[in-house]
């Protein structure tokens, strides 16, 4: 029987050796781009790269913001709707 605990810890691992085998092969590509590339080049990579990683992290906020937004006027509606005490 497999416990709550050891799920968590699994996913957890699994979850670290993946970040730590996508910083080895992103470490392991820099030779390559620089073969490759002049320094300038893969700077502009680079930087093109991290305005991607940024923007997709910004469009995760911006939802997040947008749904609590979203659930705060629905919430104000129907408080707004609903009749009034001592009126019907």
Do not use: N
């Amino acid at each position: 029987m497999v416990t709550s605990v050891s799920r968590i810890l699994s996913a957890s691992a699994a979850s670290w050796v993946r970040i730590g085998v996508t910083v080895i092969m992103q470490i392991a590509q820099v030779p390559l781009y620089l073969g490759s590339w002049d320094a300038h080049t893969y700077g502009v990579w680079l930087l093109l790269q991290a305005r991607a990683g940024l923007g997709a992290t910004g469009d995760r906020t911006r939802k997040r913001r947008r749904d609590a937004v979203m659930g705060e006027i629905d919430i104000r509606m129907t408080v707004h709707c609903l009749p009034q005490a001592g009126t019907t």
